[in-house]
């Protein structure tokens, strides 16, 4: 596809989704054309601005959790140099989702406790998967198995924890497949703060970042901090995972999918690829709450399972692409 024309279709489609997603949903339905009347100063009644409220702070959280989890899983994907590497892969949202829930099991629901515990328990699970990877011999392929196998292993933690705190946590087990349905407008500022703030600094960094593309020895060569950069990334990727799963829980898949179909369109430059994989991100989540609502009325189903169906055609070809199968 031409660059042009994805970006102008990235852009246009953005906000769209978002005025489907203020219209749609159970109960009430609000017809795109009286959005934009809305917009132009029309009046709404008190029930309609009730479900635009609610609706919009829904629709604002799936933004977030794309948003995070998009240019989490870039990053990582540039500093591990593994087109697979992703915040769930690695163990950063597994780790983040049982911090959280255990600011619940010792009754600290605070969001500020909630944030704090979660970065916690990121950021200690990330150093399991290192230590393991030094075991196994540190490289690209080891970093993704030892993450995977900590991922699991907490995984069936949380669920144990989500059986003990179902009581306690409103739609929990919604929440550790990652759910928007629930959220909070001081929840959204608490989660939004941080991961703005880490994607700015990242694009402060953009430069270095590309670097690294080209080689560890070529990166040093041309000034840049290899360890440094890796360090703050992986901090802002911990800091930006942990913010979307308290926000929301752990959701698959937007974090490797999003950046590799900006990659595929406009290529290895990491500064380019920040803001596509940004937009591609936000749209993927919003697209898939939107899909929830309306195939779902009565009850609702996870992100999760609608944001795996849309990352696992991107997984299999980059599957395909490793192994020659695709041609390329």
Known sequence: MNKKLFLALIITLLPLLILISLGVGTLVTINISTLFKVLLGSSLSKPE??????RLIRTLAAMIVGFGLSYSGLSLQYILRNPLAEPYIIGLASGAALGVLMTYLIGLTHPLYVFISAVIGALAT??????????????PLSIIIAGIAVT???SSVNIFLIIKLLSKVKGAFYWLFGSVAYVLDYQLIYSSVPVIACCLWL???SRELT???LGDEV????GVNVSRIRAEVIVCSAISTAAVVALAGPVGFIGLAAPWIARLTVGTDFRRLLPISILTGSIMCITADII????????EVPLTAITSFMGTPILIYLLMKRLGWSGA
Do not use: E, K
């Open 211 to 213: 670097t690294l593309v």
């Open 152 to 154: 699991y292993s907490i």
């Open 49 to 54: 601005r009730a479900v635009i409220a609610r």
């Open 203 to 205: 694009f402060l960094r």
């Open 219 to 222: 990166a040093r060569a041309l």
């Open 126 to 139: 990330f150093l399991i998967v290192l230590s393991l990877t030094t075991v196994l011999g540190f490289n």
């Open 292 to 299: 929830i609502r309306i195939s779902s009325p009565i009850m």
